[in-house]
């Protein structure tokens, strides 16, 4: 059976697939991202099929809106529909929902923007830059989703703005 565990502690499971699942620009470093799950700021949920590890969602409560940061599940796990049903969980449990996912230009950015729309997200339909998590990164460009939140311009303007100060702590980028 598949379960969702909030945790305040990320274990060395967790730190592996954390760093294995995401390139480096779309990811901060560990220390910074358990400093920001210190303080509670950042959430974490550990996904468990039959009380064993599988994956991890870091996410953030902000204001009218959870963002999921980060989503993996161990290679070993995929394909089975597992992650349909933590999107499901998960969205059960949250309301209104938003991420980021990679541009679709490559077979795995396309798969995975057609995993979160069978889950029920869109794409604004505006330009959107993930802010570097480091300096001297480039801002990357990307497809901001979102999940029962309305689609306007100013709707945008607010979910870009609070990302880009409470989550990356800069000022928000215009598009």
Not at 23 to 42: H, M, T
Not at 59 to 79: K, N, V
Not at 81 to 90: C, D, H, Q, T
Not at 129 to 148: A, F, S, T, V
């Amino acid at each position: 059976m598949l379960s969702l565990h909030p945790s305040t502690a990320a274990a060395a499971d967790v730190q592996l697939l954390f760093e294995s699942s995401f390139p480096l620009a779309e990811r901060r470093d560990w220390e910074p991202q358990l400093q920001f799950l210190d303080e509670g700021r950042l959430k974490l949920s550990l996904l468990q099929k039959d009380g064993t590890f599988i994956g991890f969602l870091f996410y953030w409560p902000l204001d009218g809106f959870t963002y999921i940061e980060h989503f993996a599940i161990l290679e070993s796990a995929r394909g089975a529909g597992i992650g349909s049903e933590v999107m499901a969980l998960f969205c059960d449990t949250f309301h209104a929902i938003v991420l980021e996912v990679e541009l679709p230009d490559t077979k795995d950015a396309e798969r995975r923007l057609r995993f979160y729309e069978r889950a029920g997200f869109q794409a604004f339909p505006y330009p959107y830059h993930q802010p570097p998590y480091r300096q001297g990164e480039r801002p990357i460009d990307m497809l901001l989703l979102y999940k029962n939140m309305g689609d306007g311009h100013e709707v945008f303007r607010r979910v870009r703005s609070e990302l880009h100060t409470r989550v990356y702590i800069c000022r928000p980028y215009e598009s």
